[in-house]
């Protein structure tokens, strides 16, 4: 139940265009939903972060939108440029049996020119 | 700059040896946090302290183990090290013990040779 399951394990993505990564959770007690953006040989980065009491949460070209029913939350990046070429997480955490700071296992982007 | 401090940022260190990895956390954070990200691998979560307790522990090896001290800097040490062990360790802190932003520091690249 810990689990948050991402996908697609790396993403390609022209410049301008949008990029789209999916997550998906079990636990119920996960009440907090960031997202990480990681430059090799770096620490991931806070980029944005939503609770499920809001459907969506837009910071400038990142947006994340959340489906508490199905249990899902996804990252959009719009207009994606080079400099966004990075591996990003999702991750959740909450209370009780998720009090514990749980990452999916990554998705490699690459944005082309 | 995430506020958080991670010292050594490289360590290279023969099979069988000690290393001990700082954490300095970001002015006025209670929780630290410890993170080991093997080559190409998502984040897995070792250790949580808040205020010098330990909160949470997840799949950390017996020959780890970590402190957090009454100035709230924290130390993970890594015991009869293997070459398994190489990875990059990395520290974060938050406020609070669960569901409030969490920076992570640059880590400590760990290299057993």
């Known amino acids: 139940q810990q689990q948050v399951k991402q996908s697609p394990q790396s993403l390609i993505v022209q410049k301008g265009g949008i990029s789209i990564i999916n997550c998906a959770y079990e636990n119920t007690a996960f009440d907090y939903f960031p997202w990480y953006q990681q430059f090799p040989g770096k620490g991931p980065a806070l980029l944005i972060a939503i609770r499920p009491d809001v459907s969506e949460k837009k910071e400038g070209r990142f947006t994340i939108s959340f489906n508490k029913s199905a249990k899902q939350f996804s990252l959009h990046i719009m207009d994606s440029q080079p400099g966004d070429s990075a591996t990003y997480f999702c991750a959740a955490w909450g209370t009780g049996t998720a009090s514990k700071l749980t990452f999916g296992t990554g998705t490699r982007l690459q944005v082309t020119l | 700059d995430s506020g958080v401090t991670q010292t050594p940022k490289h360590l290279i260190t023969a099979t069988g040896q000690r290393v001990t990895l700082r954490c300095s956390p970001r002015?006025?954070?209670?929780?630290v946090y410890w993170y080991q990200q093997s080559l190409d691998q998502g984040l897995q979560f070792l250790i949580q302290?808040?205020?010098?307790?330990?909160?949470a522990k997840g799949n950390i090896l017996e020959r780890f183990s970590a402190q957090q001290f009454p100035d709230l800097h924290s130390e993970l040490n890594l015991s009869s090290l293997e070459l398994g062990d190489s990875a990059l360790y990395f520290c974060a802190s938050s406020l609070g013990t669960q569901g409030t932003e969490a920076f992570f520091g640059q880590g400590t690249r760990l290299t057993v040779v």
């Open positions: 002015s006025g954070d209670l929780s």
């Open positions: 302290y808040y205020n010098g307790e330990e909160r």
